[in-house]
C-alpha cells in the first residue's frame, strides 16, 4: 500500500487516455500494484483489447468509452464510477494529444478542441472526484504534461499553452487539498519512445529513435512513484530532467536552436506537409 494509501487491493484508479500509446503501459503498472483499474479512451474495440491483454497478465481492470471533449462527460464518467466502485482513488489525467498542424492553418474551435482534451478534461475530471476524496479523505490526481512549452517545441501552440497549464493547475491543487488528504503530482514528458504519439511521428518519417527520447515504460514506473513517493513533479528526460529543465526555463531561446540543430523543425514541417498532401489527394 502507498503512504498515499491509494494503491493497492481495495482500490480504484482511473486512467484516461489507456485505449493505445503510453496509457495502456501506465494502467498496467498500477495495476501491478493490486486494485482495480477503470480505462477509458473514445475507442471501444481498443479498450476492449487492452483490458483482455491486462486481464489476461492478471490485472483487475473494466473499461469504459468516453470523449472527453464532449460537455458533461467527465462528470458522468467519475458519476458512473462512483456509483459502481464506491469511489475513485487515483485519477491518471493521460489522455491528450497534439494535431501537429501550424496554428494559423487550424480553425480557432480546432485549437480550442487542442485545449478541450489537454487541459479542460483534466480540470473537469479533477474537480469531479474532489468533493468524494475529501470526504473520504484520500486521493490522488497524476496529470501527465509535457516540455512542449518550455522547449517551444515546433508547431504546438495551443497543446504547450494547455500542458502548460496543466503544470500551474498541479502545482495550486496540490498545495490546496493536499492537508485535506488529496495529493496532486505532475509528470512532465519529454519526446518519448516505443508507444504513443513521438514513437508514430517517428514510425512516419521513417527516422530513428534519438538519444533525447525517454521510454514510454519509464512514464508508467513514474506514475506509481509519483503516488507512492508523492513527489510533486518528474520530468521524464534521458538524463538530469529538472536541469535540462531549469536551463531551458533560463534560455528561453535554446529550445528553438535545439529543435533547429537536431532537424525537429524540418522533420515536423515535412510530416505537415506529407499529412496535408494525402488529405488533398484522399479529398
Ligand atoms: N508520446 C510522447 O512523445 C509524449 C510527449 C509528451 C507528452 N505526452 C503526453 O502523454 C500522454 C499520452 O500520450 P500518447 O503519446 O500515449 O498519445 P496517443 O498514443 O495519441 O494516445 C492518446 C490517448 O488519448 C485518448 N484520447 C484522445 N482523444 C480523446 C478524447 N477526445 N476523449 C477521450 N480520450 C481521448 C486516445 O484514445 P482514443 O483515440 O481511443 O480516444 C488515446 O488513448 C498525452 O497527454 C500526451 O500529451 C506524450
Known amino acids: 500500500m502507498s503512504p498515499s494509501n491509494v494503491l493497492g487491493k481495495g482500490r480504484t484508479a482511473l486512467v484516461t487516455g489507456a485505449s493505445r500509446g503510453i496509457g495502456p503501459l501506465i494502467a498496467r503498472q498500477i495495476a501491478r500494484e493490486g486494485g482495480h483499474v477503470?480505462?477509458?479512451?473514445?475507442?471501444?474495440?481498443?479498450?476492449q483489447t487492452v483490458a483482455s491483454d491486462l486481464a489476461a497478465a492478471g490485472a483487475d481492470v473494466s473499461f469504459m468509452p468516453v470523449d472527453l471533449t464532449k460537455p458533461g462527460a467527465a462528470e458522468t464518467l467519475v458519476a458512473t464510477i462512483e456509483r459502481r466502485r464506491g469511489g475513485i482513488d487515483l485519477l491518471v489525467n493521460n489522455a491528450g494529444g497534439d494535431p501537429l498542424r501550424e496554428f494559423h492553418t487550424m480553425t480557432f474551435e480546432e485549437n480550442l478542441r487542442t485545449l478541450q482534451l489537454n487541459l479542460i478534461a483534466p480540470l473537469a475530471l479533477s474537480h469531479a472526484v474532489l468533493p468524494?476524496?475529501?470526504r473520504r479523505g484520500r486521493g490522488h490526481i497524476v496529470n501527465i504534461s509535457a516540455m512542449a512549452g518550455r522547449a517551444s517545441f515546433p508547431y504546438t501552440e495551443a497543446y504547450a499553452a494547455a500542458k502548460d497549464g496543466l503544470i500551474g493547475f498541479t502545482r495550486v491543487l496540490r498545495a490546496d487539498y493536499h492537508a485535506r488528504g488529496v495529493s496532486a503530482s505532475v509528470l512532465i514528458l519529454g519526446a518519448i519512445r516505443d508507444a504513443g504519439q513521438g514513437q508514430r511521428m517517428l514510425d512516419e518519417s521513417g527516422m530513428k529513435a534519438s538519444g533525447f527520447m525517454a521510454l514510454a515504460e519509464s512514464v508508467a514506473r513514474a506514475v506509481v512513484k509519483a503516488v507512492n513517493k508523492d513527489r510533486a513533479e518528474l520530468i521524464i528526460l534521458p538524463g538530469p530532467g529538472r536541469l535540462i529543465r531549469a536551463i531551458m526555463d533560463y534560455f528561453p531561446g535554446l529550445g528553438p536552436q535545439v529543435n533547429r540543430a537536431a532537424g525537429?523543425?524540418?522533420?515536423?514541417?515535412?510530416?505537415?506537409?506529407?499529412?496535408e498532401a494525402k488529405a488533398d489527394a484522399a479529398a
Open 264 to 275: 525537429a523543425t524540418t522533420t515536423l514541417q515535412k510530416i505537415i506537409e506529407q499529412r
Open 132 to 134: 468524494a476524496m475529501m
Open 38 to 47: 477503470v480505462l477509458t479512451g473514445r475507442s471501444a474495440a481498443d479498450l
